[in-house]
């Protein structure tokens, strides 16, 4: 369990809050690169509590400023996307994505207002369909992490997401927290006696597992990025011999990467929209080809977040706490269904929304299957005080990231081997014969 404050340390990320002000440290993802059409509608860009506006100008520049007019606040997503930056409906003011007022029609030809006016506009970088957002220092950004799927073809990459009416933190917590996958998403994840990192999409889903282990040993090492941990499991065949590990990363801030199917690559973002709402990202990729429709189809349905059908045009999900996350009560009598929630990535939200939109940690009761949750919560708590104290953040910082080179694993080894040797190469580890 947490105190009050602690509770609110972790989770709270407005204004001046401790979390909030460390997180402007690191890139945060704002939006999709296919959200935003040259000439096109502007997009609305909740980051920290702090209301923003992306666009992609007709000739290609990206945009990335405070959601209301620097004038009289009419909000800029309703604005005209010009060449030179968007041109607010209500007086025709003239703005761009360095925070400076081009033009101010009503005024006199000689007004000098413009120039006195500074608003909010923030650097971005576009990587892998991904429009990162720089909320820190604008004159000291570093560059922005590029993993893996950064430098791939945007038909080998696929992003889903949909809005969390919960805080960041509960929702970053599930991925840290692997024994839930056992109960939570018993449909959608089964236990099959050959399923490793080899199996391959479109023949078997890779969410299987070799294991029906629902009460798995955690492991925690801390590395320069935050830390990983190791979920170790007794496999289905030859318990006495050998051990079946998952290896998950926590990326610091928001970031977690868990094993994929061989040649594949995913990671899932929970970025801090406001205190009591996140945004879910999940990134799937395939390292050397382009992702057959096939492929495409089978995420969006066994994930359950198909555009259009599971969340709207703003990412918000049709199930939702007002119609009890559409959950199948008959399903679940009928016993087809434990969760009567489809789609492992709905189950997940679903869960964390159930919470409320900040959970109350001091009425939790941990234990041992909590102990990466609780290793999170510690190392991100005390990373937002020292924040607080020095303005120096320490994690990612001590020492550079290689991002490119981050990888999560899952294999079948010995019992005597450590778990690490999993992650030695990028090859699943093979049995003990
Ligand atoms: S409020 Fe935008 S131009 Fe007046
Ligand atoms: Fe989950």
Not at 355 to 372: C, F, N, Q, V
Request: net charge negative; glycine share 8%; aromatic share 8%.
């Amino acid at each position: 369990m947490l105190s009050k404050e602690k509770n609110d340390t972790l989770c709270r990320v407005e204004g001046d809050a401790p979390m909030g002000r460390l997180m402007r440290n690191y890139w945060l993802p704002a939006c999709a690169s296919t959200d935003l059409v040259a000439g096109g509608a502007p997009r609305r860009v909740q980051l920290l509590g702090e209301e923003l506006v992306a666009y992609r100008s007709p000739n290609g520049s990206l945009g990335l400023i405070d959601e209301y007019c620097p004038h009289r606040g009419a909000s800029l997503v309703l604005a005209n996307n010009e060449d030179c930056g968007l041109r607010c409906l209500y007086h025709g003011w003239l703005v761009n994505g360095d925070g400076k007022v081009l033009e101010t029609p009503p005024e006199p030809a000689d007004s000098k207002l413009k120039e006195r006016v500074i608003f909010v506009a923030y650097k971005v970088h576009e990587a892998g369909g991904v429009v990162w957002a720089w909320l820190g220092d604008q004159s000291k950004a570093p560059p922005p992490p590029a993993f893996e799927f950064a430098g791939l073809d945007p038909s080998q990459i696929i992003i889903m997401r949909a809005r969390e009416e919960a805080n960041w933190a509960q929702a970053i917590e599930g991925v840290l927290d692997s024994a839930h996958s056992n109960y939570l998403h018993s449909g959608g994840i089964k236990p099959t006696e050959d399923a490793t990192a080899n199996t391959v999409l479109g023949t078997k889903a890779h969410l299987d597992r070799p294991s029906d282990d629902g009460a798995p040993k955690l492991d925690v090492e801390t590395t320069s990025y935050g830390f990983r941990y190791a979920a170790i499991r007794k496999p289905l065949r030859e318990a006495d011999r050998n051990k079946y590990i998952r290896v998950t990363l926590f990326i610091a801030p928001c970031f977690g990467m868990f094993p994929a199917a061989k040649g594949w690559g995913n990671m899932q973002f929970f970025v801090p929209e406001a205190d009591g709402k996140s945004m879910f990202w999940y990134v799937i990729w395939k390292k050397d080809a382009p992702m057959t429709q096939a492929e495409r189809d089978r995420y969006l349905d066994n994930m359950g977040l198909r555009p259009g059908v599971d969340v709207d045009e703003n990412l918000n999900k049709f199930a939702k706490r007002s119609n009890n996350w559409k959950q199948d009560r008959a399903a679940m009598m009928r016993g087809d269904s434990f969760t009567g929630i489809k789609g492992v990535n709905i189950e997940d939200i679903v869960i964390h929304e159930s919470m409320g939109p900040i959970y109350d940690r001091t009425k939790e009761h941990l234990g041992s299957s909590d102990l990466a949750v609780i290793h999170y919560r510690r190392m991100m708590i005390e990373a937002a005080e020292q924040f607080a104290q020095t303005g120096k953040p320490q994690i990612g910082f001590a020492e550079p990231v290689d991002h490119v080179r981050l990888r999560a694993g899952e294999g079948m080894i010995p019992h005597s081997e450590r778990w690490q040797v999993v992650m030695e190469d990028e090859q699943p580890r093979r049995a003990a014969e």
